[in-house]
């Protein structure tokens, strides 16, 4: 399955499921946010700058070898076997490959770096060099897949792959993208749930079984948020909040087995409504929200 900043949220469901999603939720960040100098910076940080064509084209084959195995390391839902067995052993069995498998892979998101991240529609990337937007690009893109597939690579590939881009953002702080008119709100969100203890997160879970019954409800709100951030020209806005919701999932101490199981789709929810609300009709603010209703006992913080 191809990702898309549209569906940001779906990338978020497989990024709190791996162990090193968070680091790259803050790559694609880093790319959503940069301005000319972050992208330079970027260019001037692959391992290819300055050397002769031979190492160029030698760097090249290993980049290229490291992403096959990242490619191959990550086993994905959609070549999953169903477990079988009763109901409750099924079930089980199902959530556990839940944990372990994505709805994408890294060819995928790859992609999305390339073409979304650093797309035409990128405010700086149109009118930049288009050997340092490539560049750049390369670095990303290295970075995130050598993240995404950090358990199946050996440390010597991963540091290959993530070195320079670590490197690079280890000496200054990239900017952040831009939140839009609920970008206070979000903040405030975002801030309780790094700072859930365990009742909280039980809470969340208890939320998440009591609203099962709303999924249909719940994805036809989702899909009009997203259209709502579409036609809004606030796509990547969108997408930059499930992003930093990804961090927050994890400093919040949930688990993968908590994304498996609701707890990511219920926070994508209460994140997607906050961000478009100024867009959202109440039903839908309402289905979004519950979750946060039902933890909290308050509204979402929705800006006046």
């Not at 970027?42 to 070898?65: F, I, K, N, Q, S």
């Not at 950090?150 to 831009?178: F, H, K, M």
């Not at 839009?180 to 969340?204: C, F, M, S, V």
């Amino acid at each position: 399955m191809p990702y898309s900043l549209v569906s940001a949220a779906t990338l978020g469901f497989d990024l709190v499921r791996l162990p090193a999603g968070a680091q790259v939720a803050d790559v694609l960040l880093t790319g959503l946010g940069a301005d000319a100098a972050t992208l330079h910076r970027l260019a001037d940080g692959h391992p290819a700058t300055g050397r002769p064509d031979a190492e160029r084209a030698a760097l090249a084959v290993r980049a290229r070898r490291a992403h096959e195995l990242a490619a191959a390391g990550v086993p994905q839902l959609r070549d999953m076997r169903d477990p079988g067995g009763d109901a409750d052993d099924r079930s089980a069995r199902l959530v556990t490959l839940l944990e372990r498998g994505t709805i994408g892979n890294t060819p995928a998101l790859e992609r999305l770096v390339r073409d979304d991240v650093l797309g035409p529609e990128h405010q700086v990337v149109a009118d930049l060099d288009p050997a340092v937007a490539t560049l750049a690009a390369d670095v990303l893109a290295d970075a995130a897949t050598g993240w995404w597939a950090a358990e199946a690579l050996e440390p010597a590939v991963r540091q290959e792959l993530t070195g320079p881009y670590s490197t690079i953002t280890a000496w200054e702080a990239c900017p952040r993208p831009d939140l839009g008119p609920a970008a206070p709100a979000l903040a405030e969100l975002l801030g309780e749930l790094r700072g859930l203890d365990e009742t909280g997160r039980r809470r969340w879970r208890l939320a998440v079984d009591a609203s099962r019954a709303q999924r249909r409800p719940w994805a036809a709100a989702m899909h009009g948020a997203a259209w709502a951030a579409h036609v809004s020209g606030r796509t990547r806005t969108l997408a930059a909040a499930q992003l930093m919701t990804v961090t927050a999932f994890v400093e919040g101490g949930f688990s993968a087995r908590d994304g498996a199981e609701g707890v990511w789709n219920a926070l994508a929810g209460c994140v997607q409504g906050l961000a478009m609300s100024d867009l959202l009709d109440e039903e839908s603010l309402t289905i979004l929200g519950m979750p946060w209703q039902m933890v909290t006992g308050r509204a979402l913080p929705i800006p006046s």
